[in-house]
């Protein structure tokens, strides 16, 4: 007799804790998604400026030191960088656009 309402208070504790525990996972809250267009926007504002110049200052100092082929090539190459970077903006909107279309 002792043993069976041992065992019934039992059961019923862990069940209010299963109960407690499972209550609690389902309470949390949805986690939080990282700001992409924010740390784009950080980055077009912060850090692009700071690299350009930096390869502006390079380009001076070949220049003047009379290395002005490879100032040429170096800056076709990043003229080029800059295009591929551009085109890659220009296919997001443009498939974001198509998606807009398609689906609505």
Known sequence: MIATEFLETTWAGATQVFHTISYAAAAAPEPKGINT??????????????LLAVLGVIFIGRASRGEISKVLTSSAIAIVGLAFIAGAATLFFVGDYLINLIFQ
């Open 37 to 50: 267009e924010g740390v784009v926007t950080f980055f077009a504002s912060k850090i692009a400026p700071i």
